[in-house]
Protein backbone atom coordinates (compact mmCIF):
# COMPACT_ATOMS: atom_id res chain seq x y z
CA UNK A 1 0.00 0.00 0.00
CA UNK A 2 1.43 3.43 -0.84
CA UNK A 3 2.51 5.28 2.50
CA UNK A 4 0.58 9.01 2.12
CA UNK A 5 2.18 10.21 4.47
CA UNK A 6 5.52 10.30 3.15
CA UNK A 7 6.21 13.62 1.41
CA UNK A 8 9.91 13.40 0.97
CA UNK A 9 10.98 16.03 -2.34
CA UNK A 10 14.72 16.44 -2.97
CA UNK A 11 15.40 18.71 -5.39
CA UNK A 12 18.72 18.91 -5.12
CA UNK A 13 20.96 22.14 -6.16
CA UNK A 14 21.15 22.69 -9.65
CA UNK A 15 23.09 25.31 -11.91
CA UNK A 16 21.17 28.60 -12.29
CA UNK A 17 22.32 28.23 -16.16
CA UNK A 18 21.47 25.09 -17.40
CA UNK A 19 19.25 23.81 -20.13
CA UNK A 20 16.09 25.27 -19.84
CA UNK A 21 17.69 29.12 -18.60
CA UNK A 22 20.93 28.79 -20.44
CA UNK A 23 18.42 28.39 -24.06
CA UNK A 24 16.78 31.38 -22.97
CA UNK A 25 19.86 33.35 -22.07
CA UNK A 26 21.39 32.49 -25.59
CA UNK A 27 17.75 32.99 -27.80
CA UNK A 28 17.71 29.95 -27.95
CA UNK A 29 14.23 30.11 -27.51
CA UNK A 30 13.32 33.30 -29.05
CA UNK A 31 11.92 36.69 -28.06
CA UNK A 32 8.64 37.94 -27.95
CA UNK A 33 9.08 40.08 -31.11
CA UNK A 34 10.75 37.19 -32.79
CA UNK A 35 8.34 36.12 -35.86
CA UNK A 36 6.97 32.45 -36.03
CA UNK A 37 6.78 32.89 -39.69
CA UNK A 38 9.16 31.08 -41.46
CA UNK A 39 10.16 31.87 -45.83
CA UNK A 40 7.58 28.92 -47.11
CA UNK A 41 4.91 30.06 -44.76
CA UNK A 42 4.85 27.17 -42.35
CA UNK A 43 5.11 27.68 -38.30
CA UNK A 44 8.01 27.97 -36.34
CA UNK A 45 7.00 25.53 -33.19
CA UNK A 46 9.99 26.36 -31.07
CA UNK A 47 10.09 25.17 -27.39
CA UNK A 48 7.20 22.37 -28.29
CA UNK A 49 7.98 18.96 -28.00
CA UNK A 50 7.01 17.66 -31.34
CA UNK A 51 7.65 14.05 -31.25
CA UNK A 52 5.48 11.41 -32.24
CA UNK A 53 2.24 12.48 -33.65
CA UNK A 54 -0.65 10.39 -31.79
CA UNK A 55 -1.92 10.35 -28.21
CA UNK A 56 0.96 10.03 -25.78
CA UNK A 57 1.89 6.64 -23.95
CA UNK A 58 2.36 7.59 -19.56
CA UNK A 59 5.44 8.36 -19.00
CA UNK A 60 7.10 6.78 -15.54
CA UNK A 61 5.76 6.61 -12.13
CA UNK A 62 8.88 8.16 -10.14
CA UNK A 63 6.34 9.04 -7.22
CA UNK A 64 5.86 7.03 -4.18
CA UNK A 65 2.47 8.71 -2.47
CA UNK A 66 0.16 11.08 -3.50
CA UNK A 67 1.77 13.46 -0.85
CA UNK A 68 4.91 13.51 -3.21
CA UNK A 69 3.22 14.36 -6.14
CA UNK A 70 1.23 17.56 -4.49
CA UNK A 71 4.56 18.60 -3.35
CA UNK A 72 6.53 18.23 -6.58
CA UNK A 73 3.46 20.36 -8.21
CA UNK A 74 3.67 23.11 -5.06
CA UNK A 75 7.29 23.34 -5.88
CA UNK A 76 6.68 24.18 -9.36
CA UNK A 77 4.03 26.38 -8.49
CA UNK A 78 6.02 28.23 -5.84
CA UNK A 79 8.51 28.60 -8.98
CA UNK A 80 5.80 30.47 -11.23
CA UNK A 81 4.41 32.29 -8.90
CA UNK A 82 8.12 33.40 -7.74
CA UNK A 83 8.73 34.40 -11.73
CA UNK A 84 5.54 36.04 -12.20
CA UNK A 85 6.07 38.36 -8.82
CA UNK A 86 9.74 39.36 -9.64
CA UNK A 87 9.15 40.13 -12.96
CA UNK A 88 6.16 42.74 -12.87
CA UNK A 89 7.91 43.91 -9.96
CA UNK A 90 10.95 44.77 -11.93
CA UNK A 91 9.82 45.24 -15.15
CA UNK A 92 7.17 48.51 -15.85
CA UNK A 93 4.33 48.33 -17.96
CA UNK A 94 5.66 50.60 -20.62
CA UNK A 95 8.55 48.36 -20.90
CA UNK A 96 6.61 45.59 -21.43
CA UNK A 97 4.21 46.80 -23.39
CA UNK A 98 6.64 48.47 -26.01
CA UNK A 99 7.70 44.90 -27.19
CA UNK A 100 4.04 44.41 -28.69
CA UNK A 101 4.32 47.91 -30.25
CA UNK A 102 1.54 47.45 -33.45
CA UNK A 103 -0.26 44.17 -31.45
CA UNK A 104 -3.14 46.43 -30.92
CA UNK A 105 -5.63 45.48 -28.00
CA UNK A 106 -2.87 42.87 -26.84
CA UNK A 107 -0.50 45.58 -26.58
CA UNK A 108 -2.58 47.55 -24.22
CA UNK A 109 -3.88 44.54 -22.11
CA UNK A 110 -0.76 42.45 -21.57
CA UNK A 111 0.80 43.59 -18.23
CA UNK A 112 -3.16 43.49 -16.94
CA UNK A 113 -2.87 39.68 -18.17
CA UNK A 114 0.27 38.43 -17.19
CA UNK A 115 -0.57 40.14 -13.15
CA UNK A 116 -3.83 37.63 -14.06
CA UNK A 117 -1.37 34.78 -14.74
CA UNK A 118 0.62 35.46 -11.26
CA UNK A 119 -2.82 35.86 -9.31
CA UNK A 120 -3.63 32.57 -10.71
CA UNK A 121 0.21 30.81 -9.80
CA UNK A 122 -0.04 32.51 -6.47
CA UNK A 123 -3.60 30.82 -5.66
CA UNK A 124 -2.52 27.34 -6.85
CA UNK A 125 0.25 27.95 -4.19
CA UNK A 126 -2.57 28.30 -1.55
CA UNK A 127 -5.08 25.76 -2.81
CA UNK A 128 -2.11 23.19 -2.70
CA UNK A 129 -0.60 23.86 0.28
CA UNK A 130 -3.94 23.76 2.34
CA UNK A 131 -4.57 20.42 0.40
CA UNK A 132 -1.24 18.72 1.62
CA UNK A 133 -2.02 19.86 5.41
CA UNK A 134 -5.70 18.20 4.41
CA UNK A 135 -3.79 14.88 4.16
CA UNK A 136 -1.87 15.21 7.03
CA UNK A 137 1.38 16.36 5.49
CA UNK A 138 3.23 19.05 5.64
CA UNK A 139 4.22 21.24 2.31
CA UNK A 140 7.84 21.88 1.15
CA UNK A 141 9.86 24.81 2.11
CA UNK A 142 9.86 27.13 -0.91
CA UNK A 143 13.44 26.67 -2.70
CA UNK A 144 15.31 29.61 -2.88
CA UNK A 145 15.00 30.62 -6.79
CA UNK A 146 17.78 32.29 -8.92
CA UNK A 147 15.75 33.64 -12.17
CA UNK A 148 19.39 36.43 -13.61
CA UNK A 149 17.77 38.53 -16.23
CA UNK A 150 14.95 36.44 -17.01
CA UNK A 151 13.09 38.87 -14.39
CA UNK A 152 14.82 41.93 -15.27
CA UNK A 153 14.12 41.78 -19.52
CA UNK A 154 10.93 42.33 -20.84
CA UNK A 155 11.23 39.96 -24.45
CA UNK A 156 13.14 37.53 -21.92
CA UNK A 157 11.02 37.28 -19.45
CA UNK A 158 8.36 36.77 -22.01
CA UNK A 159 10.43 33.82 -23.60
CA UNK A 160 11.25 32.42 -20.01
CA UNK A 161 7.54 32.24 -19.08
CA UNK A 162 6.40 30.35 -22.27
CA UNK A 163 8.94 27.92 -21.59
CA UNK A 164 7.83 27.35 -17.73
CA UNK A 165 4.11 27.20 -18.80
CA UNK A 166 4.85 24.70 -21.42
CA UNK A 167 6.86 22.78 -18.36
CA UNK A 168 4.03 23.06 -16.45
CA UNK A 169 1.55 21.41 -18.50
CA UNK A 170 3.52 18.53 -19.15
CA UNK A 171 4.45 18.09 -15.51
CA UNK A 172 1.17 17.76 -14.63
CA UNK A 173 0.00 15.47 -17.50
CA UNK A 174 2.78 13.36 -16.50
CA UNK A 175 1.91 12.97 -12.74
CA UNK A 176 -1.92 13.24 -12.48
CA UNK A 177 -2.69 9.92 -14.00
CA UNK A 178 -0.72 8.60 -10.37
CA UNK A 179 -2.93 9.83 -8.00
CA UNK A 180 -4.45 7.09 -6.06
CA UNK A 181 -7.27 9.51 -4.17
CA UNK A 182 -9.86 9.71 -6.78
CA UNK A 183 -11.00 13.42 -5.06
CA UNK A 184 -7.47 14.61 -5.63
CA UNK A 185 -7.83 14.50 -9.65
CA UNK A 186 -10.44 17.15 -10.20
CA UNK A 187 -8.56 19.79 -8.72
CA UNK A 188 -5.36 18.63 -10.39
CA UNK A 189 -6.88 18.62 -13.72
CA UNK A 190 -8.70 21.97 -13.10
CA UNK A 191 -4.98 23.66 -12.41
CA UNK A 192 -3.45 21.60 -15.22
CA UNK A 193 -6.41 23.66 -18.02
CA UNK A 194 -5.31 26.62 -16.88
CA UNK A 195 -1.82 26.01 -16.75
CA UNK A 196 -2.61 25.16 -20.67
CA UNK A 197 -4.37 28.46 -20.85
CA UNK A 198 -1.45 30.35 -19.63
CA UNK A 199 0.62 28.13 -21.58
CA UNK A 200 -1.36 28.97 -25.30
CA UNK A 201 -1.20 32.90 -24.16
CA UNK A 202 2.38 32.98 -23.21
CA UNK A 203 3.62 31.11 -26.52
CA UNK A 204 1.38 33.55 -28.38
CA UNK A 205 3.20 36.56 -27.18
CA UNK A 206 6.37 34.96 -27.90
CA UNK A 207 5.64 34.30 -31.93
CA UNK A 208 4.86 31.01 -31.39
CA UNK A 209 1.55 28.96 -32.16
CA UNK A 210 -0.15 28.56 -28.94
CA UNK A 211 -1.57 24.94 -29.71
CA UNK A 212 0.65 23.64 -32.28
CA UNK A 213 -0.14 20.25 -32.29
CA UNK A 214 -3.29 17.63 -31.56
CA UNK A 215 -1.46 16.06 -28.64
CA UNK A 216 0.68 17.32 -25.90
CA UNK A 217 3.41 15.29 -24.44
CA UNK A 218 3.74 14.48 -21.00
CA UNK A 219 6.89 14.30 -18.74
CA UNK A 220 8.23 12.50 -16.19
CA UNK A 221 9.48 14.35 -12.73
CA UNK A 222 12.75 13.81 -13.67
CA UNK A 223 12.70 15.13 -16.73
CA UNK A 224 10.79 18.21 -15.81
CA UNK A 225 13.00 18.93 -13.10
CA UNK A 226 15.86 18.72 -15.43
CA UNK A 227 14.23 22.10 -16.77
CA UNK A 228 12.33 23.38 -14.13
CA UNK A 229 15.80 22.80 -12.01
CA UNK A 230 17.47 24.92 -13.61
CA UNK A 231 16.12 28.20 -11.94
CA UNK A 232 16.24 26.37 -7.72
CA UNK A 233 19.24 27.41 -6.52
CA UNK A 234 19.00 25.30 -3.17
Do not use: K
Request: glycine share 10%; net charge negative; aromatic share 8%.
Amino acid sequence: MTDHNSNRFDLGRRPVLGGLAGAVATGAIGTAAASSQQQDGSTDNTGQDDSGGGPPDAVSNEFESDLEIINYALTLEYLEAEFYTRGIQNIDDAALEQQFEGWGPIQERVADRLRVVRDHEITHVGVLEQSIETLGGDPIEQPTFDFGTAVQEPAEFIATAATLEDVGVSAYAGAAPFLEMAELVPPALSIHSVEARHASYLRELNGEVGFPMAFDQPRSRSEVLELAGDFIVE
